[in-house]
T-cell receptor
Framework: AQSVTQLDSQVPVFEEAPVELRCNYS??????LFWYVQYPNQGLQLLLK??????LVESINGFEAEFNKSQTSFHLRKPSVHISDTAEYFC????????????FGRGTSLIVHP | NAGVTQTPKFQVLKTGQSMTLQCAQD?????MSWYRQDPGMGLRLIHY???????DQGEVPNGYNVSRSTTEDFPLRLLSAAPSQTSVYFC?????????????FGPGTRLTVL
């Protein structure tokens, strides 16, 4: 079975500072990895995903995540955050091949202070 | 496309009352699911469906029923509400259960059971 660990429940940062949200997974088979974002009082929406190919994936709003197979990690980074990035971020893992219900982490609350 | 819609947005129930949370999607997705989100617990899967007429239990199914008579609709029924069911409920859908598929979430229903 797959599992996902988001190591930080809350990450406070100041505007324009860099941020890293950590995600580690465990799996005995090849995986697909996702980051979803939940803005206040909204549902989750896809931020970015790794399926194959380049291990560095980017979102349209400046976030990036790197798949590291040896460390079983998929950390999310942004070099300079904005107030509008304040949200809950969920890492998720799914299995490649066949049908599989994705497993979500418990979420990391990113709080950006002015 | 409206995507995934949920009604109502807010609901207050008394202990013992029953109600149905509605979920609909207009993307012709095979897979639909219900999650509850509680502070510190992340998303927990309640029930899911891989197509019309096919449903199965997730991680926390007790106290909830589902049915899937059409591809578009996937209602969640609370049989006899309890305070422990106070939560935010999200419906999600994806084209299939293939691991690479993105999950699309509704805006959520905030339920309070007194």
């Amino acid at each position: 079975a797959q599992s996902v660990t988001q190591l930080d429940s809350q990450v406070p940062v100041f505007e324009e500072a860099p941020v890293e949200l950590r995600c580690n997974y465990s799996s005995s088979v090849s995986v697909y990895l996702f980051w979803y974002v939940q803005y206040p009082n909204q549902g989750l929406q896809l931020l970015l995903k790794y399926l194959s190919g380049s291990t560095l994936v980017e979102s349209i709003n400046g976030f990036e995540a790197e798949f590291n197979k040896s460390q079983t990690s998929f950390h999310l980074r942004k070099p300079s955050v904005h107030i509008s990035d304040t949200a809950e971020y969920f890492c998720a893992v799914s299995r490649s091949g066949g049908s599989y219900i994705p497993t979500f982490g418990r979420g990391t609350s990113l709080i950006v202070h002015p | 496309n409206a995507g995934v819609t949920q009604t109502p947005k807010f609901q207050v129930l008394k202990t013992g009352q029953s109600m149905t949370l509605q979920c609909a999607q207009d993307m012709n997705h095979e897979y639909m699911s219900w999650y509850r989100q509680d502070p510190g617990m992340g998303l927990r899967l309640i029930h899911y469906s891989v197509g019309a007429g096919i449903t199965d239990q997730g991680e926390v199914p007790n106290g909830y029923n589902v049915s899937r008579s059409t591809t578009e609709d996937f209602p969640l029924r609370l049989l006899s509400a309890a305070p422990s069911q106070t939560s935010v409920y999200f419906c999600a859908s994806s084209y299939t259960l293939a691991g690479a598929d993105t999950q699309y979430f509704g805006p959520g229903t905030r339920l309070t059971v007194l």
